[in-house]
């Protein structure tokens, strides 16, 4: 029901843009979020925005770089990446849960949906 695209070889510096598209379920009552998973690392919450898209959170990785937006009129959640570098390579999912807003780690909360993935490789 969450279908995350927009992944691909990018080179370093780069600015791709992912999408986290939803079907079957309506993304405004939800507070979406992107995971990354590199290979033989945990996975690690990147970003968090809520219902509304009035608050954002971000991995003190990706700060300043990654912004995370949402245009419910299109079901439809990004991650806009900045200056990728070869660390930002990883498998990048979104996920949903019902959760009202709060100041816990992204992880922490119970996401009910996840999308399928989508391959980020940076290269230098």
């Known amino acids: 029901q969450l279908q995350a695209s927009g992944g691909g070889l990018v080179q370093a510096g780069g600015s791709p843009r992912l999408s986290c598209a939803a079907s079957?379920?309506?993304?405004?009552?939800?507070?979406i979020a992107w995971f990354r998973q590199a290979p033989g690392q945990a996975r690690e919450g990147v970003a968090r925005?809520?219902?509304?898209?009035?608050?954002?959170k971000y991995a003190e990785s990706v700060k300043g770089r990654f912004t995370i937006s949402r245009d419910n009129a299109k079901n439809t959640v990004y991650l806009q990446m900045n200056s990728l570098k070869s660390e930002d390579t990883a498998i990048y999912y979104c996920?949903?849960?019902?959760?009202?807003?709060?100041?816990?780690?992204?992880?922490?909360?119970?996401?009910?949906?996840w999308g399928q993935g989508t391959q980020v490789t940076v290269s230098s």
């Open positions: 079957g379920i309506s993304l405004n009552s939800y507070s």
């Open positions: 925005i809520s219902y509304s898209g009035d608050n954002a």
């Open positions: 996920a949903a849960d019902r959760t009202g807003w709060g100041s816990r780690a992204i992880e922490y909360y119970p996401y009910d949906y």
